[in-house]
């Protein structure tokens, strides 16, 4: 008996389907690929460290509406001594602290324009986690969270030893922020696979017209919602 084919005309759908699957990337995980040697801090995204570095995108706001005109990419790497992390901030107004100190750590720095990074290692405990901020004027703060607390502990005499840089493109509307976080302070076994729980934020523009804007959408009023993290993958 003759065994005849099938046609190929049926056949395209399920390749591509099967390229479609085989194409997918995880949208709730932001891979940080490696660098051969830590870098001067740079917040220029054209700079060799940064260039041709795939990055992720916040663009929605607390409970998912798109925010227009604030488009933020951010990217990542790492070596074995630190994470690297550049933001890249379109912007409509700048809402900026009027005295920035970016030689010591400014405490309340969100009620300005920062990009932020929340960043737990223990998936057992995951309301404890590291707050990381920078402004468009080089001002910082970092913290210690601990939401499983009554009341909850954000801890700001915690210091990681992080460093920022960023500059400001009026012309363009963009503003670039970059952290140097090292592994130590997040806890991150420093080798490819490792995993951390990780949200990206920003807060933009002054209150009447004040922008929310996060990665991965926490549904909620505060960004402190751990259950909504996504994931930093380390990579070669």
Known sequence: MTRRRAPLVAL???????????GAKDT?????????????LTADPGAAPWKGVAGVVADHDRFGAVVPGHRTEIRSRWTPQNLYLLFICPYEELYLHPDPSPTTETNKLWD????????????????????FQVSPQAEWVDLA??????????????????EVKARVDRDRHVWYGAMRIPMQAIGVPAK??????????????PPDHRKYINWQTVKNETFHTPEAFGRLRLRN
């Open 28 to 40: 709730n995980v932001i891979v940080s690929r490696r660098a051969s040697a830590d870098f001067a």
């Open 12 to 22: 395209v759908p399920a390749l591509a389907l099967i390229a479609a699957a085989a």
């Open 112 to 131: 300005w324009d920062v990009a932020e990074a929340f960043i737990g290692a223990d998936f057992s405990h995951i309301k404890q986690y590291k707050e």
């Open 145 to 162: 969270i601990d939401r499983g607390t009554e009341p909850p502990s954000h801890d700001v005499a915690w210091n990681s030893g992080y």
């Open 192 to 205: 490819p696979g490792a995993e951390a729980r990780i949200n990206l934020y920003r807060c933009q523009g």
